[in-house]
């Protein structure tokens, strides 16, 4: 399998994070790409129409997108059991669409700042991205704190990969001021060795 990938992706990161939890990082051969909405780049747009990534290229079938379609097919595959049986299953989607929504947030003010020409930038609209992440931050802080303290899910994969982004990318908001429950499990979660070997620098 070819997995397209940036490493400072925080989606790419999610889907990393399961392969070594896996031990299955022997499975995918890396293949880097780059772009952002403005221009594809090096995006794999015949993988994936949408120009994105994470994207997995199968030898047995069509390619995969979608960071949250990957890994449910890569736990499938390989085992890991990260989606617990329903009803437990609701509470952990939700918490990695949250999760998910976070870094998606996070990655459009990215752009904003960095791929937006600079007279044309909203500084109000960088605002409102800020406002989902901070909504988000507050709401897993007040009530998905057993979730996460839980068995290990997909949905604490998600987190870590969505705050580890807001640690590189965003680190002047000071996500963990107020937040002293998520800031401590995150503070461990990140020494997880799949967490260490995945960071966005790697
Ligand atoms: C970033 O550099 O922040 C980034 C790279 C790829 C996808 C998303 C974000």
């Known amino acids: 399998m070819h997995l397209y990938y940036a490493p400072a992706s925080p989606f790419v990161r999610k889907v990393m994070i399961l392969l070594h939890e896996a031990q299955a990082t022997d499975h995918v051969t890396l293949v880097p790409a780059a772009g952002n909405p403005l221009d594809p780049g090096s995006m794999p747009v015949a993988q994936n129409p949408l120009g994105k990534i994470p994207a997995l290229a199968r030898d047995d079938g069509p390619a995969l997108y979608d ?31 949250t999760a998910d929504g976070i870094a998606d947030a996070a990655v459009l003010m990215r752009y904003e700042q960095v791929v937006r020409p600079e007279s044309t930038r909203s500084p109000e609209w960088i605002d409102a991205q800020w406002a989902k992440v901070d909504r988000a931050l507050t709401a897993v802080e007040t009530q998905s704190m057993p979730l996460l303290l839980g068995p290990l899910t997909i949905a604490q994969v998600a987190m870590g990969a969505a705050l580890g982004y807001l640690d590189f990318r965003q680190a002047d908001r000071n996500w963990r001021a107020g937040r002293p429950a998520l800031a401590a499990w995150w503070a461990t979660f990140a020494k997880r060795p799949s967490v260490v070997a995945t960071g966005p620098e790697s």
């Open 67 to 97: 960071s949250r379609v990957i890994c449910r097919y890569l736990d499938d595959r390989f085992g890991t059991g990260l989606y617990p049986a329903a009803p437990r299953l609701w509470d952990v989607l939700t918490l990695e669409a």
